[in-house]
C-alpha cells in the first residue's frame, strides 16, 4: 500500500515536469536499496523475464523484483557464487554470469551451474537468437541453451576481451586492443575487420553500429556526425565517461556526475544527477517493458526513471476482491462496474482525485453499462439487463423477456436499437417500439456465445463469437463470414470497434488485435511488440490503439510501429479487464481510465499522439507462391525466388486517400512512385540481403514499414569457395607453368650441351683446317724458297738471251710474290691460331722502333718522313699482334705512297675514352676511294691499287687482329690525299 | 592421539596468529593507513618513472604495484584517490620536456593478491593477476595537476579474500608508459568520492616500495617491513639511494642496525637477522638523508625463502620502540 501510494505521488510529481524537456530537469526515481530487501546495494545488471519480473545481479546475490517485493537468491539457492555480474533473459529463464566462476542457468526458480564454464570468467553476455552469446575472459565465445554450452571456434585475438554485442548476423568483441567486426560461418568465428582502438572500454551497439569509449570521447565505426555532438557536450562539460548503453533511439553514457541520455534524432540531451537524486556511480541501465528505465548503481541500489514520453498508472481501489467490469464515463460520473455491485465516482476537472465514491445498491456482478435516454442506464448482468434511473436513483429490471439470461453486451446502434447480446442464447435485438428479435445460430449467427456487437459505418452489424468467424449482418440482412481464408486467423473474438474511418477493430483471444478495411486484415501482434496474444478489448482513445492482454495494458505507437505495455507483473499482478470509451480530464490531466483486478488504473494521455496516426504493414509475404510468416531477419534458402507482398494501410483520420510506394532495398535502386496499389511483386530474386520497405503517406503523416530479410548465398558464391576454387585454378596454374619450366630447363640444358658439343666439333674442325692450313702453307714454303734460290741460281748464268733473262726475271718475280703471299698468309694463321695468346705491357715507341729497324731499307730508298706522337705510351696487348698491326699499316702507307710526293707518316697515341686507346697512323699516299672501296676493303685478296704488288691480306688481318682483342676501326681517306687509319685498341 | 593433539595444537597456533594479526591491521589501521605514503613514514611522494627513463633516476622497473586491504566488515563503496595523477607541473620529475604516460589499474577477484607473480618485487609474468576492474592512463594533463583523482566505485567483494588479513584485497598497479619522465604521486582509500575518509580498519602495502624522500638534509623516512613468525632472516636490498645518508634499522631488538646503502643507479644489499622477539611486528627501517636534493630510491626485503616482505603504510601493531634491557628509557630533553 505505501509503495502504491508513493507510486501515485511520483505520477503526480512527474506529470509537473514537462514532457519534452531535456535539459537539466529535476527528476524523482523510485529508488530501492538492500534496506527494502534487494541482495546488495551493488547492482550490476538488470533484466526483465517474460512474466515481467525484474531481476538483478547484485555484488551478494540475485534479486527478483515483483513491484512489491523482492525475492533473493543466494548459493543456498544453487547459485555457484553470490557474486552476480551480467544477466541474459531468454523466453524459458535467466542466464547468470557469475563474478568469478561461470554462468548459471535459473529456470522455474531452479539454478542449474553450466559445468563446462565453471572455470572461465564471463566478461560478457548478450542476447543471441532467443538465448544467449558469451564471451570469456581467456577469449572463448560461446552459445548457451538453457545449461548446455557450445563454444564458438574463434581465431585468436589480440588483447584481453572485454565486450561481445550482436545484431544479429554481426558479431562485435572488443579487447583491449582491438575491435572486431565478425560473423558466425558454420560456428565458427570469421573476422570481417578489426579497429585498433588501445585503452578503448565500454562498446555498445547504437542502430546497429558498434560505437564505443576512448578517454574522455565517444568513437564509433565510419565516425557518425552525432558523436561530435557528444563529444562537444561532454568537452564543455567536462565529462569524463564510463560506460555507454544504447537503448532503443537514446544513448546512455554514465560518467563522474550521473547519467546523461542523448537522443541523436532530436539532438537533445537530459542529464540526471545528485540534482535528481541520482547520487552515485551508475554501473547499467535497462529500459523495461513500460519503457521505464532502470539504473543500476554501485552502493545506491536501484533506480527506477519513468521518462517523459512514457505514461504512468495510477491505482485507486474500490475496495478488498473486486474486479472492475465495466465503466462508463458520464455526466461528470464514472460510472465503474464491478464482481459486486455498481459505483458511481464523481470526478472533478481541477482535482487529482475523485471527489465522491458511491455504492449503489445494485448487487450483483455487472458485465456492461450503457447510457439509455437522457436520464437512464442499461446495466447487463448475469441475470438479465437492469434500468438505471438517475432521478428515482432506482434500479429496475428491465424487458421481462430478458430476465434471467446471461448478458454479455449491451450496443444501442444509430437506429436506437438495443442489441443485447448473451453467454448462450445469441443475441437480443429490442427495437425502439420495443419488438425484440432474437438472432442465433439457427437464423444465421456463426456461434450463439456472442461478446460484442458494434456497427459499421455502412450500417451493417459485426458480431463478435466464440471459436467459429467473425460473423457481419448487413443493411440487406445477409450474413457474411470471416476466418482465416479471408487472413484472419484466430477466430476467438473479444471485442470489437469501429473507429471514425470506419475500420472494424478486432480483439482475439490468442491472436493479439486485427484490423479490418477495404477489404483487408492486418495483424498487430506480438511481432510488433504486444505483450501478449491474449486480449480482452480494443479500443482507439485519444489517438491511440489500446488493448487489455492478459498480461498489460498495450498501447500501440503508429510512429514507432511498436506496442508499449503497461502493468506488467512487476508492477503488481494486475489484470485488466475493462476500458472507459471517452478519456476524462483529471487534476487538468486527461486520462484514460481501465479497470482491473486492483481497481482503476489511470493513465494520461500524451501530446505525441495528436499527429495522426498512420500505420502500414504486410499482409501477406508470398514466396513463389507459398506464404510465408514475414519475421524480421528471416532467412530463406538459396533460390531465384517469385516475391510477391501485400501491404495495407491504417490511418485513424482516413484510410481512403491513402498512397503507398515501396522498395525493395538491394534490388530498386530507388522508390517507386506513390500510387493505391498495394502489392508488390519481384521475380527472379536470388542471393542477397534485402530489405521490403513499403511507406504510407496520407494527408499530413506517413509511416514506413520495414521488413529485412535474406536469401542464402549458394556455396560457389560463398567466400569459401571462391577461395578455395581460386586457390585450386592457382594450383593448376601453378603446376602448369611449373610443367613448361621443367621442361624448358631440361630443353635448355639438352641445347646447352649440343651446343657445347657442336662448338667442340666446329673448334676441333676449325683447329683442324688450321692445321692442314698451316701445314700446307708450310709445306708450300719450301718449294717457294727452293724456287726462288733456283731462280736465283739462274740469274748467276751469264748465257742467257734476253728473253730468256726477262722471263728468268719474271720467274723471279713471281716466286717472290707467292713467297711473300705465303709467308703474309702464314702470319694470319698465325694470329688466328693465336687468340688466347698472351697479353703484356707494350710500348709504342719500343715497337715502332722494331718496325723501322726491320724494314729500314725501304724506309731508305723511299725517302719516308715520321712524325710520333705517343700521348700513351703503352698499351696491354699481345706483342706479336701490335706490331702486326702497325707493320702493315707502315708499309701500307709507304707501298701505296703518292708517285708525286715522299711519303710522310704520322703516328699518333691519345686516351679515346674509358674503354679505348687509339692509334693512329696518318699517310699522305694515294689515299682510297672510300665510296667504291669502304664496304670490301678490309676483305681478304682485296686490292685497292694495282700498280704495286701486294697481296690483299694485309688490311684483313689488321681487322682480324683488332676484332679479336675487343678495339674496331676507323678509317678516313681522299684519294690522292692520303688515308687515316684510327685503331680503337679495348684497354685490358 | 598424539597426531591429533598437535593438529590441535598447530591449530590453535595458527588462530591465535591469525588473531593476533587482525588486530594488529585493526589496531595499525587506525594510524592513518589509508594515504599512502602515510604522515608516519615521511615520504614525499610515491614515485614510478616511464619506461624510456634510465635506472638513475630512481627507479628500477618502471612498475609499482600496491595492495589495499578492506576488512570484511565494511560493506559500502570506496574510492582509490590518487594525487596528481598526471606526469606533468610542478610535482613531476620532468626529463627534458613532459612526453610520458602512466597507466592506474586496480585488479580485484581471484589471484589479484594469492598470484605469486603479484607479490614479486618486480613486474614479471601474470603480476597483472586477477579481474581489472578500473584503470585509467595519464598524460601532461594539467587538469589533474595538483589534485585529487578518484578511481572507483568498487565493491568491496569485488576484492580477493585475504584470510591472513580478514580482508578483501585490491591491487593497483602505477605503470610507466612510453617516456622517460617521472611521475609522483600518492594514494588514499577512501570511503566518499569528492572527499577523503578514511576506512576503518583499512591499510594498505606493498612488497617493493619506489618512494621519493623528502628535500631537506636530516629528514628522516620510515618503512614499516612486516616480519610474521616465519622470518629468521631478511635480506634488504635498496636502489638509487646514492650513498645520501644512512639507513638504520629500528625493533624490539635493533637500536639502529646500520644497513647497506645503494650507489647512483646501483643495487646494494644487507642481510638482517631476526630474533624472536621482533615477529609478529613491525621493524622500523629509518632513511636518514644528509643532503637537500631530490632522491628517488628503491627498498624491497625478502626473507630466508626469498619471499618478499610487505611493507605497511603504518606499522602493525603501532609505533616500533627498541626495549632497552635495563628498562631505562632515553632521557626527554626538558623544556627549560
Known amino acids: ?988 | 592421539m598424539p597426531w591429533e593433539r598437535g593438529c590441535s595444537i598447530r591449530r590453535a597456533q595458527m588462530e591465535r596468529q591469525l588473531i593476533v594479526l587482525l588486530a594488529l591491521i585493526f589496531l595499525g589501521g587506525k594510524v592513518n593507513a589509508q594515504e599512502v605514503p602515510s604522515k608516519v613514514e615521511g615520504l614525499s611522494h610515491l614515485v614510478t618513472f616511464s619506461k624510456g627513463a634510465s635506472g638513475v633516476w630512481g627507479d628500477d622497473d618502471h612498475v609499482q604495484t600496491f595492495f589495499f586491504l578492506i576488512p570484511k566488515t565494511y560493506q559500502k563503496e570506496f574510492y582509490i584517490h590518487i594525487y596528481d595523477p598526471d606526469v606533468g607541473g610542478a610535482i613531476d620529475q620532468k626529463n627534458g620536456s613532459f612526453n610520458s604516460k602512466t597507466k592506474f589499474s586496480v585488479y580485484g577477484g581471484n589471484g589479484s593478491y594469492s598470484e605469486k607473480d603479484a607479490r614479486a618485487i618486480t613486474p614479471r609474468g601474470n603480476y597483472k593477476s586477477g579481474t581489472f576492474l578500473r584503470g585509467k592512463t595519464f598524460g601532461n594533463d594539467p587538469q589533474y595537476d595538483n589534485k585529487w583523482y578518484a578511481l572507483g566505485p568498487f565493491n568491496p567483494l569485488e576484492g580477493e579474500y585475504v584470510e591472513q588479513y580478514g580482508g578483501y584485497a585490491f591491487k593497483i598497479i602505477a605503470e610507466g608508459l612510453n617516456g622517460d619522465d617521472g611521475n609522483l604521486y600518492r594514494y588514499f582509500l577512501s570511503k566518499e568520492k569528492e572527499e577523503r575518509k578514511e576506512i576503518e580498519g583499512g591499510t594498505a602495502f606493498t612488497f617493493e616500495y619506489s618512494f621519493r624522500l623528502k628535500y631537506t638534509a636530516g629528514s628522516v623516512a620510515h618503512l614499516y617491513p612486516f616480519i610474521d613468525d616465519k622470518v629468521v632472516s631478511l635480506q634488504q636490498s635498496n636502489f638509487d639511494f646514492d650513498q645520501d645518508g644512512e639507513i638504520l634499522v629500528y625493533s624490539v631488538k635493533k637500536n639502529g642496525h646500520v644497513m647497506a646503502k645503494s650507489k647512483d643507479g646501483n643495487w646494494s644489499t644487507g642481510t638482517l637477522p631476526i630474533k624472536e622477539e621482533e615477529k609478529s611486528k613491525s621493524l622500523d627501517v629509518r632513511i636518514v638523508k644528509s643532503s637537500n636534493s631530490d632522491n628517488d630510491m628503491v627498498v624491497y626485503m625478502v626473507n630466508q625463502y626469498n619471499e618478499p616482505v610487505p611493507f605497511f603504510a603504518s606499522p602493525l601493531g603501532g609505533a616500533v620502540q627498541y626495549s632497552y634491557r635495563n628498562k631505562i628509557l632515553p632521557q626527554k630533553k626538558s623544556g627549560k
Open chain 1, 1 to 988: 500500500m505505501t509503495l502504491i501510494l508513493s507510486r501515485i505521488r511520483l505520477v503526480f510529481l512527474f506529470l509537473l515536469a514537462s514532457p519534452l524537456n531535456y535539459g537539466q530537469t529535476q527528476f524523482h526515481f523510485w529508488n530501492y536499496d538492500a534496506n527494502d530487501g534487494l541482495a546488495q546495494s551493488f547492482v550490476y545488471d538488470i533484466e526483465q523475464d517474460s512474466k515481467g519480473y525484474l531481476w538483478m545481479a547484485t555484488g551478494n546475490g540475485l534479486s527478483r523484483f515483483s513491484g512489491q517485493e523482492f525475492l533473493n537468491y543466494y548459493e543456498g539457492q544453487g547459485l555457484k557464487e553470490n557474486f552476480c555480474r551480467l544477466l541474459q533473459a531468454s523466453p524459458n529463464g535467466l542466464y547468470i554470469a557469475y563474478y568469478q566462476s561461470g554462468i548459471g542457468f535459473l529456470q522455474n526458480g531452479v539454478v542449474k551451474n553450466v559445468n563446462a564454464l565453471d572455470d572461465e570468467r564471463v566478461v560478457d553476455l548478450q542476447k543471441w537468437k532467443e538465448q544467449a552469446i558469451g564471451l570469456t575472459a581467456s577469449s572463448k565465445l560461446f552459445q548457451l541453451d538453457h545449461d548446455s554450452v557450445h563454444f564458438i571456434a574463434t581465431t585468436k585475438l589480440l588483447g584481453t576481451p572485454v565486450h561481445v554485442s550482436t545484431n544479429g548476423d554481426r558479431i562485435w568483441i572488443q579487447t583491449q586492443a582491438e575491435i572486431y567486426n565478425c560473423v558466425l560461418q558454420k560456428d565458427e568465428l570469421k573476422i570481417v575487420d578489426q579497429t585498433p582502438a588501445p585503452e578503448a572500454f565500454s562498446l555498445t551497439l547504437y542502430k546497429g553500429t558498434p560505437i564505443w569509449l576512448v578517454g574522455n570521447q565517444v568513437q564509433g565505426v565510419n565516425s557518425p556526425a552525432y558523436l561530435n555532438a557528444i563529444n562537444q557536450w561532454m568537452l564543455a562539460h567536462q565529462i569524463e565517461p564510463e560506460y555507454i548503453e544504447a537503448l532503443q533511439n537514446e544513448l546512455w553514457i554514465a560518467h563522474q556526475d550521473g547519467i546523461t541520455c542523448y537522443h541523436p534524432d532530436r539532438k537533445a540531451f537530459r542529464h540526471y544527477g545528485k540534482e535528481s537524486g541520482l547520487n552515485k556511480h551508475v554501473n547499467c541501465v535497462f529500459k523495461d517493458g513500460e519503457k521505464s528505465v532502470w539504473f543500476g548503481t554501485s552502493g545506491g541500489g536501484v533506480f527506477g526513471l519513468p521518462t517523459d514520453h512514457i505514461e504512468q498508472i495510477a491505482l485507486q481501489n474500490l475496495g478488498e476482491g473486486q474486479t472492475v467490469t465495466a465503466l462508463l464515463n458520464w455526466k461528470k460520473n464514472l460510472w465503474v462496474g464491478t464482481t459486486e455491485g455498481l459505483v458511481k465516482m464523481a470526478y472533478s476537472d481541477s482535482t487529482n482525485t475523485f471527489k465522491e465514491t458511491t455504492i449503489l445498491e445494485l448487487s450483483e456482478g455487472i458485465n456492461d453499462i450503457q447510457n439509455w435516454g437522457n436520464d437512464q442506464l442499461l446495466i447487463a448482468t448475469n441475470r438479465g439487463v437492469y434500468v438505471w434511473n438517475e432521478l428515482s436513483g432506482f434500479s429496475t429490471i428491465w424487458k421481462e423477456e430478458l430476465v434471467a439470461y446471461y448478458v454479455n453486451d449491451l450496443f444501442i446502434d444509430q437506429q436506437q436499437n438495443v442489441w443485447v447480446s448473451t453467454l448462450l442464447n445469441g443475441t437480443f435485438q429490442v427495437q425502439p417500439n420495443g419488438t425484440i428479435k432474437n438472432y442465433t445460430t439457427a437464423n444465421g449467427l456463426a456461434h450463439n456465445n456472442i461478446l460484442k456487437v458494434v456497427q459499421g459505418s455502412d450500417g451493417s452489424y459485426w458480431f463478435a463469437t466464440q471459436g467459429t468467424a467473425l460473423t457481419q449482418l448487413t443493411a440487406q440482412g445477409e450474413f457474411n463470414y470471416f476466418g482465416v481464408k479471408d487472413g484472419l486467423l484466430h477466430l476467438d473474438f473479444t471485442d470489437l470497434f469501429v473507429d471514425e474511418t470506419g475500420c472494424l477493430w478486432i480483439a482475439t483471444r490468442g491472436g493479439g488485435i486485427y484490423s479490418y478495411h477495404n477489404g483487408v486484415f492486418l495483424h498487430f501482434g506480438t511481432r510488433l511488440g504486444l505483450s501478449s496474444a491474449f486480449t480482452y478489448s480494443v479500443n482507439l482513445m485519444a489517438g491511440r490503439l489500446m488493448s487489455n492482454t492478459s498480461t498489460s495494458l498495450a498501447s500501440f505507437d503508429f510512429t514507432e510501429g511498436r506496442f508499449t505495455n503497461f502493468g506488467n507483473n512487476y508492477l503488481g499482478v494486475i489484470e485488466f479487464s475493462s476500458a472507459c470509451t471517452a478519456p476524462i480530464m483529471l487534476g487538468n490531466k486527461e486520462m484514460l481510465v481501465f479497470g482491473s483486478n486492483k481497481g482503476l488504473i489511470l493513465l494520461p494521455t500524451s501530446e505525441q499522439y495528436e499527429q495522426p496516426p498512420i500505420y502500414t504493414s504486410l499482409t501477406h509475404f508470398i514466396v513463389s507462391g507459398e506464404e510465408k510468416d514475414p519475421v524480421d531477419h528471416m532467412q530463406l534458402k538459396y533460390d531465384r525466388y517469385t516475391l510477391q507482398f501485400n501491404f495495407e494501410g491504417i490511418s485513424i483520420k482516413s484510410s481512403n486517400d491513402l498512397q503507398f510506394q515501396y522498395t525493395l532495398e538491394g534490388y530498386d535502386e530507388q522508390w517507386l512512385e506513390p500510387n493505391v496499389i498495394t502489392t508488390a511483386r519481384y521475380s527472379g530474386i536470388g542471393s542477397g540481403n534485402y530489405t521490403f520497405k513499403v511507406r504510407v503517406k496520407g494527408q499530413d503523416s506517413e509511416h514506413t514499414y520495414r521488413f529485412p530479410f535474406s536469401i542464402a548465398t549458394p556455396f560457389w558464391k560463398t567466400s569459401q569457395f571462391l577461395i578455395i576454387g581460386s586457390a585450386f585454378l592457382g594450383l593448376i596454374v601453378f603446376l602448369v607453368i611449373r610443367y613448361r619450366v621443367v621442361a624448358l630447363r631440361r630443353q635448355k640444358i639438352y641445347l646447352e650441351k649440343e651446343v657445347l658439343k657442336r662448338t667442340s666439333e666446329l673448334r676441333y674442325k676449325n683447329k683442324r683446317l688450321r692445321q692442314i692450313s698451316y701445314a700446307i702453307s708450310h709445306d708450300l714454303k719450301n718449294p717457294v724458297v727452293n724456287i726462288k734460290g733456283l731462280s736465283d741460281m739462274l740469274h748467276g748464268f751469264s748465257d742467257k738471251s734476253g728473253e730468256e733473262r726477262e722471263i728468268l726475271n719474271m720467274l723471279d718475280e713471281s716466286s717472290d710474290q707467292l713467297q711473300n703471299l705465303i709467308f703474309q698468309f702464314i702470319d694470319l694463321l698465325k694470329i688466328k691460331s693465336n687468340e688466347e695468346a698472351i697479353v703484356e705491357e707494350v710500348s709504342f715507341e719500343v715497337t715502332f722502333q722494331d718496325i723501322l729497324k726491320s724494314i729500314s731499307v725501304i724506309i731508305e730508298e723511299n725517302n719516308v718522313v715520321f712524325n710520333k706522337l705517343f700521348e700513351v705510351p703503352s698499351v696491354r696487348y699481345n706483342p706479336t699482334n701490335l706490331r702486326s698491326i702497325l707493320y702493315n699499316l707502315i708499309s701500307n702507307s709507304i707501298k701505296y705512297k703518292s708517285p708525286d710526293r715522299d711519303p710522310r707518316i704520322e703516328i699518333r697515341t691519345r686516351e679515346a675514352n674509358e674503354q679505348y686507346i687509339v692509334m693512329e697512323v696518318q699517310d699522305n699516299g694515294l689515299g682510297i676511294d672510300l665510296d667504291k672501296h669502304g664496304q670490301e676493303m678490309f676483305g681478304i685478296f682485296t686490292r685497292m691499287h694495282d700498280h704495286v704488288e701486294g697481296s690483299g691480306v694485309g688490311l684483313h688481318m689488321i681487322q682480324e687482329v683488332v676484332h679479336m682483342n675487343g678495339g674496331y676501326i676507323n678509317v678516313d681517306s681522299e684519294p690522292d690525299k692520303g688515308s687515316t687509319f684510327s685503331i680503337y685498341l679495348k684497354k685490358d
